[in-house]
């Protein structure tokens, strides 16, 4: 059974600080993506990371996924209450969009 | 317009009640899915259609059933709710089998008393 485990599961920081989330397996996966989730709404997409030593950059957060296709992190710079949520990674299982989601990551951005 | 749209929004029955969740997506896609969300918001998908067929099917009790009357529109049919079964639903598409990105629905609050 292929498993993501996110850490931290709970962030609290203040604004303006920098954090990074991981989401690691004993699995390879073809890709890997990002996904925000605020309260009462449905995950969003932030990326998809394909290629091993992959790096994504979306303004301020900056996504990498490892070189065995095993993990990513995601880091934030300079977070702002904005970037409160729950950030998800899922893994593409069969190469047929069955996404195995780890458990997240609830980040709260303090003023 | 919303992408991808369920009702209800929210859901709330006794022990032992059939529900049903629709969902309707208005982006042309061929692969719909369900995912169901615990307390803990792990996520984890039940199924999948592609073009109204049967993709992904995971451990799931059959007391829960998915119908695809057309590409468009993916409801979830539960029979005999159960407690455990309390839980946020949430639909999803992809342009097809293939694609990475899924876009996702505002979920349904189901709340089994």
């Known amino acids: 059974t292929q498993l993501l485990e996110q850490s931290p599961q709970f962030l609290s920081i203040q604004e303006g600080e920098n954090l990074t989330v991981y989401c690691n397996s004993s699995s390879v996966f073809s890709s890997l993506q990002w996904y925000r989730q605020e309260p009462g709404e449905g995950p969003v997409l932030l990326v998809t990371v394909v290629t091993g030593g992959e790096v994504k950059k979306l303004k301020r957060l900056t996504f990498q996924f490892g070189d065995a296709r095993k993990d990513s992190s995601l880091h934030i710079t300079a977070a702002q209450p904005g970037d409160t949520g729950l950030y998800l990674c899922?893994?593409?299982?069969?190469?047929?969009?069955?996404?195995?989601f780890g458990a997240g990551t609830r980040l709260a951005v303090h003023p | 317009d919303t992408a991808v749209s369920q009702t209800p929004k929210y859901l709330v029955t006794q022990m032992g009640n059939d529900k049903s969740i629709k969902c309707e997506q208005n982006l042309g896609h061929d692969t719909m899915y369900w995912y169901k969300q615990d307390s803990k918001k792990f996520l984890k998908i039940m199924f999948s259609?592609?073009?109204?067929?049967?993709?992904i099917n995971e451990t799931v009790p059959n007391r829960f059933s998915p119908k695809s009357p057309d590409k468009a529109h993916l409801n979830l049919h539960i029979n005999s709710l159960e407690l455990g079964d309390s839980a946020v639903y949430f639909c999803?598409?992809?342009?097809?089998?293939?694609?990475?990105?899924?876009?996702f629905g505002p979920g349904t609050r189901l709340t089994v008393l």
């Open positions: 259609y592609n073009n109204k067929e049967l993709i």
């Open positions: 899922a893994g593409d299982a069969g190469g047929y969009n069955k996404l195995i």
């Open positions: 999803a598409s992809s342009r097809d089998r293939r694609t990475d990105t899924q876009y």
